[in-house]
C-alpha cells in the first residue's frame, strides 16, 4: 500500500458538493467511459456522482474518507451491482498494480497537487482522467498561461484540456474560486522516456530559476536561437521560453551538445 504519513487534511472543508442531476449527466458524458471500463472515484460524497458513473462505466471503485458519508452512500446506493465502496483515505490508497482503468472525481481542492502527482507518477497510471478541481490549479497544470515547472513535467507523457467551466452556484457549499472539469489523457507513446524524466526535471527546473539563454543558464542566447531555428520553431520572446514544444526542443539539444 502506498503511503504519506506526512500529509495531514482537514477534509470537513474540503467538501463541495454537485447534486444537480442534469449537470452531473453533462459532465459524465464529457467522458468516453462505457461499460468496459474499470472507473476509479475520489472522493465518494452523498453518491451522486458515483450514482451516474454506475449507470455508464463497468465497475467503479469509490474511495471515501468520511465515515458518516460513506455510511450514508453505503445504504443509498447498496442496490447497485457494480459498485464498490471503499472508507478509506485515497492517498493511502493503492493504485491498480496491472490493468487499465479510468479516474473521474470532484477532488478535494487542498490536496489537488498530491492527488495529481500520485496518479500520473504511478507505476500503472490511469489511461484518462476527469478531474474537478480549483481553475487556478488547472491553469498551472496545464501550463495555458504560461509554462510551469508542473506543466512542463506532465506533458510529455500527458494530454490535458479544460472541458467544462463552472459556475460556483453550481456546489454547496459554495467555493470561493472558480472550477473547472480538466480531462488528462495519457499518451501513447510519451514525447521523453521514463529515465529521461530526471534530467529533463533537471534542466527545467535550473532554466526557470536561472533562465535560458542568460550567463547562468545551460545554453547561451546563441545556442537557443540555433536550436529553435534549426526545429522549426517560433524564437524564444525576450523573457524566456513560452511553448512547451520549445522547452523540449532545446532539452534535446542539450542533451545532444552534451554527449
Given at each position: 500500500m502506498q503511503k504519506n504519513n506526512s500529509l495531514r487534511y482537514n477534509y470537513a472543508n474540503t467538501q463541495n458538493f454537485i447534486t444537480d442531476r442534469q449537470l452531473i449527466q453533462k459532465i459524465v458524458n464529457l467522458s468516453n467511459i462505457n461499460?468496459?471500463?474499470?472507473?476509479?472515484?475520489?472522493?465518494?460524497?452523498?453518491?451522486?456522482?458515483?450514482?451516474?458513473?454506475c449507470q455508464k462505466g463497468g465497475y467503479i471503485f469509490s474511495v471515501e474518507i468520511d465515515g458518516k458519508l460513506f455510511a450514508h452512500?453505503?445504504?443509498?446506493?447498496?442496490?447497485?451491482?457494480?459498485?464498490?465502496?471503499?472508507q478509506g483515505d485515497f492517498l493511502r490508497y493503492p493504485l491498480p498494480a496491472k490493468g487499465r482503468y479510468k479516474v473521474f472525481a470532484n477532488i478535494p481542492y487542498d490536496i489537488t497537487t498530491p492527488i495529481i502527482e500520485k496518479?500520473?507518477?504511478?507505476?500503472?497510471?490511469?489511461?484518462?482522467?476527469?478531474l474537478i478541481l480549483e481553475k487556478g490549479a488547472a491553469k498551472r497544470f496545464t501550463g495555458s498561461s504560461r509554462e510551469?515547472?508542473?506543466?512542463?513535467?506532465?506533458k510529455p507523457f500527458w494530454e490535458?484540456?479544460?472541458?467544462?467551466?463552472?459556475?460556483?452556484?453550481?456546489?454547496?457549499?459554495?467555493p470561493s474560486v472558480d472550477s473547472v472539469l480538466l480531462h488528462f489523457s495519457r499518451k501513447e507513446k510519451p514525447d521523453l522516456e521514463k529515465g529521461e524524466l530526471p534530467a529533463?526535471?533537471?534542466?527545467?527546473?535550473?532554466?526557470?530559476?536561472?533562465?535560458?539563454?542568460?550567463?547562468?543558464?545551460?545554453?547561451?542566447?546563441?545556442?537557443?536561437?540555433?536550436a529553435?531555428?534549426?526545429a522549426g520553431l517560433p524564437p524564444a520572446w525576450e523573457d524566456g521560453v513560452t511553448l512547451y514544444i520549445q522547452w523540449l526542443c532545446l532539452f534535446q539539444y542539450f542533451r545532444k551538445i552534451s554527449k
Open positions: 461499460r468496459s471500463d474499470i472507473v476509479l472515484e475520489i472522493g465518494t460524497g452523498k453518491g451522486h456522482l458515483t450514482e451516474a458513473l452512500t453505503k445504504t443509498k446506493l447498496k442496490n447497485l451491482n457494480n459498485l464498490k465502496l471503499i496518479l500520473t507518477n504511478a507505476k500503472n497510471p490511469p489511461a484518462e482522467m476527469w510551469t515547472l508542473k506543466s512542463l513535467l506532465l490535458m484540456k479544460i472541458l467544462h467551466r463552472f459556475h460556483r452556484e453550481d456546489f454547496h457549499p459554495m529533463f526535471r533537471h534542466f527545467v527546473t535550473y532554466s526557470l530559476q536561472h533562465g535560458i539563454g542568460s550567463r547562468q543558464g545551460l545554453l547561451t542566447k546563441r545556442q537557443v536561437a540555433t529553435l531555428k534549426l
